[in-house]
Nanobody, 123 residues
Framework: VQLQASGGGLVQAGDSLRLSCAAS????????VGWFRQSPGKEREFVAG????????GYADSVKGRFTISRDNAKSTVYLQMDRLKAEDTAVYYC?????????????????WGQGTLVTVSS
């Protein structure tokens, strides 16, 4: 079982990045996926989630209107498009596979996690 997050980097405030979460088919099939982030000294927080079909999505208030989650099941990949980035978006971003076909805002409802990709936004 593998989840591979990629796409992080160093950008300036106002720039965009697209994160990818590639999963093995067994991890991905029929599962919702969530993106979380964690910055130093803070707890891991929910960023965005998407159901297996892509029909249902949800966002943290802090990123709503700036971030967009999507998925391509044929490629077993989930994306997080991040626009108008802010310094406070700096964190390690993780993707995770939910136990069901839906997503959740609680990290303990996810059973498989990727290794994380670092996003640094300079102001």
């Amino acid at each position: 079982v593998q989840l591979q997050a990629s796409g992080g980097g160093l950008v300036q405030a106002g720039d965009s990045l697209r994160l990818s979460c590639a999963a093995s088919k067994r991890t991905f099939t029929n599962n919702g996926v969530g993106w979380f982030r964690q910055s130093p000294g803070k707890e891991r927080e929910f960023v965005a989630g998407i159901s297996w079909s892509g029909a249902n999505t949800g966002y943290a208030d802090s990123v709503k209107g700036r971030f967009t989650i999507s998925r391509d099941n044929a490629k077993s990949t989930v994306y997080l498009q991040m626009d108008r980035l802010k310094a406070e978006d700096t964190a390690v971003y993780y993707c995770a596979s939910h136990r069901s076909a839906y997503y959740a805002r609680r990290a303990d409802e996810y059973h498989y996690w990727g290794q994380g990709t670092l996003v640094t936004v300079s102001s």
